[in-house]
């Protein structure tokens, strides 16, 4: 699973309230990323919480994991968050965001971007939207936090760098980011 994740904190500070996680769980690859209200310790301890509300509950539907993440996390700030499901045997992926989390679909020179709801995992949100697509060898998911631009480019990134999860999250952060708040880049490639 080739997984590239780049953070960090406002002012360099040591606390992020924006974090990623990844999973693989038998042929399905699960991927979130949350961006805790706000910035600092309380932040961070947010999108941690709603992080772990995925890992424990990893085998069920996108929408169940909102459900419980929004119930759980009900005494912290709340969370901005995304969740990929990919199926690694049909290629299918399934995605949903609440919050101004940006999820990116990075196929042949072609960018999706994909859907958000409205709301915040925490205080409660509408119109969960579920989005399928099918995804190929070679594509990327790129999930970013709002401290990253609203409107990134690859175009200029060399082949050798977008095949490099790691180095392309790194790059996307040093080029793409806001410096008045947190941010995270979780980049996927799918083999």
Same mark, same amino acid.
């Given at each position: ?53 995925? =890992? /424990?509950? !990893?085998?069920?539907?996108? $929408?169940?994991?909102? &459900?419980? *993440?929004?119930?759980?996390?009900? #005494? ?5 968050? =995304? /969740?990929? !499901?990919?199926?690694?045997? $049909?290629?299918?992926? &399934?995605? *949903?965001?609440?919050?101004?989390? #940006? ?19 925490? *205080? ?68």
């Amino acid at each position: 699973m080739q997984v590239g994740i780049a953070k960090q904190a406002l002012h360099c500070a040591t606390h992020n309230g924006d974090q990623c996680g990844y999973w693989r769980v038998n042929d399905k690859i699960i991927l979130c990323i949350a961006d805790g209200l706000g910035h600092g310790e309380q932040a961070e301890i947010a999108a941690l919480a709603a992080i772990g509300c995925v =890992a /424990i509950n !990893v085998d069920r539907s996108i $929408s169940e994991i909102f &459900e419980f *993440a929004n119930e759980k996390i009900r #005494r912290t700030r709340g969370v901005a968050m =995304a /969740i990929v !499901v990919i199926d690694e045997l $049909s290629g299918c992926l &399934e995605y *949903a965001a609440v919050g101004n989390i #940006r999820g990116l679909l990075q196929r042949r020179q072609k960018m999706l971007r994909l859907s958000n709801g409205y709301g915040i995992i925490g *205080a409660g949100y509408k119109n969960l939207i579920i989005e399928n697509h099918v995804i190929e060898s070679g594509d990327l998911i790129i999930l970013v936090t709002d401290g990253i631009r609203e409107m990134i480019s690859l175009e200029k990134y060399e082949s050798d760098l977008l095949g490099d999860v790691h180095k392309l999250s790194q790059q996307i952060l040093r080029d793409w980011r806001h410096s008045r708040d947190d941010a995270a880049v979780l980049v996927f490639k799918m083999e």
